[in-house]
Structures are given as structure tokens and as C-alpha cells.
């Protein structure tokens, strides 16, 4: 199995019909000795101080909050956080983020962690410490404080449970499991309905290793997998898609920007995720 398009061209899955059947949930892996939450409350107590050190200190506080709650996610996806690979830059470029913003910001945007609005204001509170030396006042600091709590708020709704499991098709059929006519020893086994995908693509992120691995199934048969890690660009369209799940219109989107990136034959227009379960 050569790429993802291939995977999809094999499987014939149409697009325009897709159903998506989510397998397991994951939650967050704990990384860091200080999390964004304490930077938050440090922040919040330096405030109350209502002095020009404490002022300071609430800023850069806020600001280390984002800069943790960022590199937590980058650490849960396995993307190095020190050095973020080439290969981000190619959802990036697939987007209208704003190129003033830091490349880790961006990251954040193209990823669905955050509104690109809360980004911008994020980015423009943390210059004006850093390169302008300016005190804000009092109300200036509560503001980039509650953009720094949104920030965090809006991001630990995507990574404090992730749905890392899931199958995309176009149908499926039941079938009792074990057979009604099969021996059995027992005669008050029970039957259970099941439901498999006669074609379909499953999409598992690895969270010991840190990749995706890509399978297909073609007339109920499994086929050899393929795997993305933070080196390659899919892997970062993934991420995008995971996030995307609670919107259908984020979702038939993210859905769309990768397959134009894998130039798919198929007009965005006619892209429709029909379920997410």
C-alpha cells in the first residue's frame, strides 16, 4: 500500500456519503511538572498584588499558561515542541492564517485547538511585554488574563478526551455473532447483533509511538496498514479532522483540505461527512 490516496481509491469510499463510526476514546497524557492551570493561578495572585511587579508578573504568567497549554498538546501528539517538523507547514499553507502570528500559533490555529480571532489578541498581548516593554494597566492585564484562560479553556476541550478511533465508510451490514445455527455446547448463549463495514478505512492514532495508522478493509477483508508520524504532512490533516468532529461544516472542510492535498478527484462542493457516532 503505496498512500493515503491509494488507500481511498482501493476502498472506493465516496465522499459525498460518508459516515465516520468512532471506536475508543483516549484522554490526555500528563507531561509537564507545571501545568497551564497553575500558571493561570499564579497569574490571577500576582494580579491581586495591584502593583507594577505584580502587573508584570500576571502578564508573563498568562503568557507561560499559553506557551504550557501549547507545548502539552504538541507533547500528547508526539510533535516536537523545540523544533516542530517541516511537514506542519503544508496544512498551514493550505489555510489563510495569519502570518504575523509565532509558528506555534499557527499550528494551534490550523490545528482547530483554537479561533483564530483568540490567537491574534493572544499573540498581540505577549509583544507587548516582550518587545515594547510597556505596563499595561489594570484592565488591560484582566483582559490578557481572560484571553489566556479562554485560550486554555478552548484548547483542553479538544485533548481531555480524544477520539483517536474511528472508521470511515459509505455502509454496513448486521450479522448475528455467534451464528444462530452454529453448535454450541451451551444452550442459553446469547446472540449479539454486530455491525461491520464491508468497506472501510480505519484511522487509529498510536498514543505509545505517537503516529497514525491508516487500514483498509476491502469486501470484509484487511489490508496492510500504513502509518504518519509528526515527519509526515497527513499527519497534521488528522489532527485537524479529530478537532473537527463536533462541526459539520469544520468537519466537511478539514475533510476537504485533505483531500485536496492529496488530490483527490472530487470537487470540495460535494465533500459531505453525513455522521460522526
Not at 507531561?31 to 502587573?55: E, M, Q, S, T
Amino acid at each position: 500500500m503505496e498512500d493515503l490516496l491509494s488507500i481511498f481509491k482501493i476502498t472506493k469510499i465516496d465522499f459525498s456519503k460518508v459516515i465516520i463510526k468512532n471506536n475508543s476514546e483516549r484522554s490526555s497524557v500528563e507531561h509537564f511538572d507545571l501545568k497551564p492551570r497553575d500558571f493561570i493561578r499564579y497569574a490571577k495572585d500576582d494580579l491581586n498584588n495591584n502593583d507594577k511587579k505584580g502587573f508584570v508578573n500576571s502578564l508573563t504568567n498568562s503568557k507561560r499558561a499559553i506557551d504550557c497549554q501549547i507545548d502539552t498538546i504538541f507533547y500528547n501528539y508526539g510533535i516536537s515542541f523545540d523544533k516542530i517538523p517541516s511537514a506542519s507547514e503544508k496544512l498551514i499553507e493550505s489555510l489563510n492564517v495569519n502570518n504575523d502570528l509565532p509558528h506555534k500559533l499557527k499550528m494551534i490555529q490550523a490545528l482547530k485547538f483554537s479561533p483564530s480571532n483568540l490567537t491574534t489578541k493572544t499573540r498581540n498581548f505577549r509583544n507587548r511585554l516582550e518587545h515594547y516593554y510597556q505596563i499595561p494597566n489594570e484592565k488591560e492585564i484582566r483582559e490578557s488574563l481572560e484571553i489566556a484562560e479562554l485560550f486554555i479553556q478552548s484548547c483542553e476541550s479538544k485533548i481531555k478526551w480524544v477520539e483517536d478511533d474511528f472508521i470511515i465508510t459509505n455502509e454496513s451490514f448486521g450479522y448475528l455473532y455467534p451464528h444462530p445455527f452454529a453448535p454450541v455446547e451451551n444452550s442459553h448463549i446469547g446472540y449479539l447483533q454486530m455491525t461491520l463495514y464491508k468497506n472501510n478505512v480505519s484511522i487509529t492514532f498510536d498514543n505509545e509511538n505517537k503516529y497514525f495508522k491508516i487500514t483498509p478493509t476491502i469486501d470484509k477483508m484487511e489490508n496492510e496498514a500504513i502509518v504518519y508520524s509528526q515527519d509526515n504532512p497527513e499527519f497534521y490533516f488528522l489532527i485537524r479532522i479529530l478537532n473537527s468532529k463536533d462541526d459539520q461544516i469544520d468537519l466537511n472542510e478539514s475533510f476537504a483540505l485533505l483531500l485536496k492535498y492529496k488530490d483527490y478527484p472530487l470537487p470540495q462542493k460535494n465533500i459531505n461527512i453525513e455522521n460522526w457516532y
